[in-house]
């Protein structure tokens, strides 16, 4: 069946240090891909998507990449701040089916 | 624009009672799905309502959970009896009908069984 898989934490980084979180994926047909964000006592958002190959989704200084060929989309950042500390959720949604399958987060902690 | 709510935030109960959760989604939205998170592990679906009726409940567990949304709005998901592996994280999620595939997460339900 269809399935994300994303690095462990947690992951610790100094205030302005570069970001990425692996996330590959396993997915009949042409699959959605996303990448949510969970701050602390709030509900997870959504960080960026990207629905077709080579597409780029980008927001708040973060991007993603959808690659076919490696079946990959990991997040990068290039200088974090600590209001980045939060968890991380990779998904993907495929074509007829409203719902996610999540990866099991990745927990990034950003120190000043 | 109110977000989804969710209630109770935490719920600590022991082995064998009854818990039910509530869902609130965003005034409009007409489909609405229920997750849970156990353990840190992932973010596992468990059911999907277009208005009030069942889409998909391939993900609930077992029948000791039920799940409704009468009239279309707030939703439940009672567990009984709970047992101790339903301790986790309860997400609810709601989406507008026009095939926008985004969804609006609450900010979860915690239920601790003892």
């Known amino acids: 069946g269809d399935s994300v898989t994303q690095m462990e934490g947690p992951v610790t980084l100094s205030e302005e240090a570069f970001l990425t979180i692996n996330c590959t994926y396993t997915?009949?047909?042409?699959?959605?891909l996303f990448w949510y964000v969970q701050y602390p006592g709030e509900g997870l958002q959504l960080l960026l998507k990207?629905?077709?190959?080579?597409d780029k989704g980008s927001n708040k200084g973060f991007e993603a990449t959808y690659r076919k060929e490696t079946t990959s989309f990991h997040l990068e950042k290039g200088s974090v701040q600590v209001s980045d500390s939060a968890v991380y959720f990779c998904a993907l949604t495929t074509s007829g089916t409203y719902k996610y399958i999540f990866g099991t987060g990745t927990r990034l902690k950003v120190l000043a | 624009e109110a977000g989804v709510t969710q209630f109770p935030s935490h719920s600590v109960i022991e082995k064998g009672q009854t818990v039910t959760l509530r869902c609130d989604p965003i005034?409009?939205?007409?489909?609405l799905y229920w997750y849970r998170r156990v353990m840190g592990k992932e973010i596992k679906f468990l059911l999907h309502f277009v208005k009030e009726s069942k889409q998909d409940e391939s993900g609930m567990p077992n029948n000791r959970f039920l799940a409704e949304r009468t009239g279309g709005t707030y939703s439940t998901l009672k567990v009984q009896p709970a047992e101790l592996e339903d301790s986790g994280v309860y997400f609810c999620a709601s989406s507008p009908m026009t095939g926008i595939d985004e969804q609006f997460f609450g900010p979860g339900t915690r239920l601790t069984v003892l």
């Open positions: 005034s409009g939205h007409d489909n």
């Open positions: 997915a009949t047909g042409y699959p959605s």
């Open positions: 990207a629905t077709k190959a080579d």
